[in-house]
C-alpha cells in the first residue's frame, strides 16, 4: 500500500522534517513504497504538483522540492503499486483545477470493475482520467459528486466536501465491494482551503498540536492551541499521516469510517461515513 501526508496551517510552513529529515519522514517511508512519489504545494491559492515515477529517497528531486517548500498547504504521497503499471500518470497527488487528492488502500479485482464505478464520474471528467489506478477514478468520483454541489471553483464549507467524500466512497463500497472482498479507501482531499481525510480502511492518524513548539519563541503566530487540545475547535495546524511522524506533534488514531477536515478558518470537524457526528476535535 501508500503512505499519505497531509498538512494545513495558518502561516506558511516548511515540511521539510516530515518529508525527509525525521526518522520515519515519507522519504525514508519510500523505502517500503518505491513506486513513485508526489508533493502538492499551494501558492497564492494555485496547487503545484511535482510527480515521480522513482523512490522518493533516491530522487534528488525530492531531496531539493522537501528543502525549498513552504505553505500553508500540502499534500504528499508515496506509492506502493497495486494497481497500475509503474508510471507518473499513475502517481498521486491527482489534480484537477484546484483540487488535489491521495489514495491508501485498493480496490481488488479492479479491472473487472472498473467500468462500473467510471459510470458514477460525469461525462465532462472522463477524459481527464489518464493513468490506470482506481485511485484516480476514485478522484473523479468524489469531484462528480462535489459538483453536485455546484461549481467547483466556488468555496466548499467542510458539510459539502465531507457529503461528497462519503458518497464517493460509499458508493465505490456498493458497486465494488460485491465478490466477498473490501476495498481500501484512505484518502485525502484538499482545495487549498479546506482539507478534508476519510479512514477507509488503511491507518490513518492526526494531529493539531504539539508537546512544546520549537519556533515558540520567534513564531508570531504561537497560540495555546499550538501546544494543547484546543478548547474552541479552531486550531493553528493540522496534520494527518499514515504513520505517526517522530518529533513534537501529539498524534491520535483515527477509526475506520472517521472522516476529519479543518476548513479555510481551521475549524476541526469530525464525522462518520455513515452519518454519525462526532464531537468537536477538542
Given at each position: 500500500m501508500c503512505?499519505?501526508?497531509?498538512?494545513?496551517?495558518?502561516?506558511?510552513?516548511?515540511?521539510?522534517?516530515s518529508l525527509l529529515a525525521a526518522e520515519n519522514a515519507l522519504g525514508v517511508q519510500s523505502n517500503?513504497?518505491?513506486?513513485?512519489?508526489?508533493?502538492?504545494?499551494?501558492?497564492?491559492?494555485?496547487?503545484?504538483?511535482?510527480?515521480?515515477?522513482?523512490?522518493?529517497?533516491?530522487?534528488?528531486?525530492?531531496?531539493?522540492?522537501?528543502?525549498?517548500?513552504?505553505?500553508?498547504?500540502?499534500?504528499?504521497?508515496?506509492?506502493?503499486?497495486?494497481q497500475g503499471s509503474r508510471t507518473i500518470f499513475n502517481c498521486h497527488p491527482f489534480q484537477f483545477g484546484r483540487w488535489v487528492f491521495a489514495h491508501n488502500g485498493d480496490i481488488p479485482n479492479f479491472d473487472v470493475k472498473r467500468e462500473r464505478l467510471l459510470m458514477e464520474v460525469s461525462?465532462?471528467?472522463?477524459?481527464?482520467?489518464?493513468?490506470?489506478?482506481?485511485?484516480?477514478?476514485?478522484?473523479?468520483?468524489?469531484?462528480?459528486?462535489?459538483?453536485?454541489?455546484?461549481?467547483?471553483?466556488?468555496?466548499?464549507?467542510?458539510?459539502?466536501?465531507?457529503?461528497?467524500?462519503?458518497?464517493?466512497?460509499n458508493r465505490t463500497r456498493e458497486l465494488c465491494d460485491t465478490d466477498g472482498t473490501r476495498a481500501l479507501l484512505t484518502v485525502v482531499a484538499t482545495n487549498g482551503e479546506s482539507l478534508v481525510a476519510v479512514q477507509g480502511g488503511k491507518e490513518l492518524y492526526f494531529s493539531t498540536h504539539k508537546t512544546r513548539c520549537a519556533d515558540r519563541s520567534?513564531?508570531?503566530?504561537?497560540?495555546?492551541?499550538?501546544?494543547?487540545?484546543?478548547?474552541?475547535?479552531?486550531?493553528?495546524?493540522?496534520?494527518?499521516s499514515s504513520e505517526p511522524l517522530q518529533g513534537e506533534n501529539v498524534w491520535e488514531p483515527l477509526a475506520a469510517g472517521d472522516i476529519i477536515g479543518v476548513d479555510g478558518r481551521m475549524l476541526v470537524r469530525r464525522s462518520r461515513l455513515d452519518h454519525v457526528a462526532l464531537p468537536v476535535v477538542a
Open positions: 503512505r499519505l501526508f497531509g498538512f494545513r496551517s495558518v502561516i506558511p510552513s516548511q515540511v521539510h522534517r517500503e513504497h518505491p513506486d513513485g512519489w508526489g508533493v502538492a504545494f499551494y501558492v497564492d491559492g494555485a496547487p503545484h504538483v511535482t510527480r515521480s515515477p522513482t523512490t522518493a529517497l533516491g530522487d534528488a528531486l525530492f531531496h531539493r522540492l522537501s528543502g525549498v517548500v513552504s505553505s500553508e498547504t500540502v499534500l504528499a504521497h508515496v506509492r506502493k503499486a497495486t461525462p465532462r471528467f472522463r477524459r481527464y482520467i489518464l493513468g490506470e489506478t482506481d485511485s484516480e477514478v476514485l478522484f473523479f468520483v468524489f469531484l462528480s459528486a462535489l459538483e453536485a454541489f455546484g461549481p467547483l471553483g466556488a468555496d466548499r464549507g467542510l458539510e459539502a466536501i465531507n457529503d461528497a467524500l462519503r458518497e464517493a466512497v520567534t513564531c508570531s503566530s504561537l497560540s495555546a492551541a499550538c501546544e494543547a487540545p484546543s478548547s474552541t475547535g479552531r486550531v493553528n495546524h493540522f496534520i494527518v
